[in-house]
């Protein structure tokens, strides 16, 4: 039996997403030995599972910072955290705008135990939370554009921003965020050498801000599930991972030095034979990923399998022989891109030892 085969499938109705905690739980693991061994180093992006679980399994490996999109896995963070009153640290690495502000606001109330922080690229951005937070400053890191090109001010302009932050009395500016998505190289070589480009630009804009006497020493948050490793073998700086712990076909296609578990599987079934060579099966486009090209799953179990159709509701593939694949026969697909396939859901199927066993609500989806 593979390790995705699940034993008793007729309890799960298709399309599904299978979770395996024991690989989850070996891919954190492995995070933080690349990581240098030490939890407090990491502050992982749970965008990519969005589940209290997973959160939790994250809390039980002694990891306590967070990184998140949407008030909601702000507040699924929250809720987890609460075992750990005054240790759980939630960044939204996301501008905060409209009624957002007055909602993080309101979390906090909610939460005095967490500490909460948010990204600032701009004065009208740094005024507009300054004005929001009078008599509770929030704690703020200034957002770099370090190549990504879609938030972020340009490193030069950045001690120009923390001098005009640093004198309004609604925020605290506690450190630097540089994101990096755009380096995923297949090449480590290459990898490494932009990785350190933009550790560069993100450390110089670090030693030339005069930060305020007294206070404590800035936090330079670097890097997703590409680069983290690369990162972490600086000192001093707090890596951002989010996709590892599920894994996906993307990055594994494309990071093979990085040795993950693919730890999150769509369950799919033939739904119809259409001709000697062609299979329609119950996966479209609402249960899996379509920003990308086809293919956007890779079938464990039919590798061979070409993708050649796909709408809401259904997903056509070409294979050797149709009739080898009666209705009802199950298919296991990893996805190309798994942050937004998980999105699709709202809960996932728990397998442990090839049985279904459980299922965990997917607590932040939708925003």
Not at 283 to 290: E, N, R
Request: charged letters at 20%.
């Amino acid at each position: 039996m593979a390790w995705y085969d699940v034993q008793n499938p007729d309890a799960i109705a298709s399309p599904a997403l299978l979770v395996y905690p024991d690989r989850v739980l070996n891919n954190i693991r492995l995070t933080i030995r690349l990581t240098g061994g030490d939890a407090a180093r990491l502050r992982p992006h749970v965008k990519t599972h969005k589940m209290r679980a997973v959160t939790e399994l994250l809390l039980d490996e002694g990891i306590r910072q967070f990184k998140c999109a949407t008030l909601k896995e702000a507040r699924m963070l929250a809720e987890a955290g609460g075992a750990y009153a005054g240790q759980t640290d939630v960044m939204l690495a996301y501008p905060l705008v409209g009624p957002a502000v007055t909602q993080l606001a309101a979390l906090r109330a909610e939460f005095p135990a967490v500490r909460f922080s948010c990204l600032i690229d701009a004065s009208a951005s740094a005024q507009r939370l300054s004005d929001a937070f009078p008599d509770d400053p929030l704690d703020v890191y200034i957002d770099l554009n370090v190549g990504m090109n879609r938030t972020g001010i340009r490193p030069s302009d950045a001690p120009a921003l923390y001098e005009f932050a640093r004198n309004l009395p609604g925020i605290r500016v506690v450190g630097l965020h540089a994101y990096d998505g755009h380096i995923r190289n297949t090449d480590l070589d290459q990898r490494r050498h932009h990785a350190d480009e933009t550790f560069a630009l993100a450390d110089g804009v670090r030693q030339a801000i005069d930060w305020k006497p007294g206070g404590l020493r800035p936090q330079l948050v670097m890097g997703g599930t590409p680069t983290f490793a690369l990162h972490a073998r600086q000192s001093d700086v707090v890596v951002s991972p989010g996709t590892f712990v599920f894994w996906d076909a993307g990055y594994g296609q494309t990071l093979p030095d990085l040795p993950f578990d693919v730890a999150a599987v769509l369950l799919t079934r033939v739904i119809s034979v259409i001709d000697e060579q062609t299979l329609c099966l119950d996966l479209g486009h609402k249960s899996v990923a379509a920003e990308n090209p086809l293919p956007r799953v890779i079938f464990l179990n039919q590798p061979d399998a070409q993708p050649v159709g796909q709408s809401e509701e259904h997903l056509v593939v070409r294979v050797a022989n149709a009739h080898d694949h009666p209705p009802g026969t199950v298919w296991y697909g990893v996805p190309i891109h798994i942050c937004p396939t998980v999105n699709l859901y709202d809960s996932v199927s728990v397998v442990v030892d090839g049985q279904y066993v459980d299922t965990w609500p997917v607590t932040a989806r939708g925003h």
